[in-house]
């Protein structure tokens, strides 16, 4: 009951954000004989169409453009980035002091961009952000509304791996705990990959992959952006505004 819950939640949540804000898309994934084709958003939101329904295909195909590289403005320089190690006794106050106001419909990416910058700004500490990837057939699979998640997590000084998802979770959680409760067949994500290698199909077989990157990283696409040679070293602050803006209804600072 408790995962069926959940997925109505996830399915509700992602598909109103596609629907509403105008997502960019980030892929399209055609369906073989039978199977829908999938429209991949940067926002982490999938829409499904029909093997059938061609003339909607072209349209989602007519809007998908090509990326353009940009250069990103930093606050904060470092070529070689490592996670702060947080004593295991400040992980609650550092939950506690994330931002509740989240609007209705809020992208997780712009959520854990805001939280990780926040805490960052007060405390100083260094955060990563964890992004669970699913594969085409899970999403498939369970009819699945989102093809990524993301929040941020912290080292703790045990060797622990805590995710602090305000969203869907009242405590934080370890990564394992964060992932079971999002993936409800509870298999291991493959950890030794390529983003790139993930988004041209990688080995369907599996449920899931995960990628744990420096608070900075923002979408998925930025993970491949880093293999292709343009990582990021630093915050831009107009990027950390515009999530803001989009996610929480009242500030946090």
Known sequence: MKSFMLMAFLVFSYAAGAE???????????????????????SGAVHFIEHDEQHKLAVFEAKLKPQVQTKMLT??????????VVPDSEIAAIFKRMNPYMRRKSECSDRAHVWAWD?????????????LLLTDTYIKRNRYKWWFHVAPMYTTASGKKIVMDHQFLD???????????????????VTDFRFL???????QTQDCYIKFEPMYYFIPGDIG??????????????????SRSRAFFQGSL
């Open 20 to 42: 509403t804000s105008g997502d960019s898309i980030h892929s399209i994934v055609r369906g073989k004989v039978g199977e829908p084709h999938l429209i991949k958003f940067n």
């Open 75 to 84: 606050l904060e320089e470092n070529t070689e980035f490592e996670p702060s």
């Open 119 to 131: 805490e960052f700004q007060k405390s100083g500490t260094k955060s990563e952000k964890a992004f």
């Open 171 to 189: 405590r934080p959680v370890t990564f394992t705990e964060w992932k079971n409760f999002l993936v409800f067949s509870k298999r291991e994500c």
């Open 197 to 203: 290698d993930y988004d041209a199909g990688a080995d």
């Open 225 to 242: 952006a880093r293999e292709s040679g343009r990582g990021r070293t630093g915050w831009s602050n107009s990027e950390v505004n515009a």
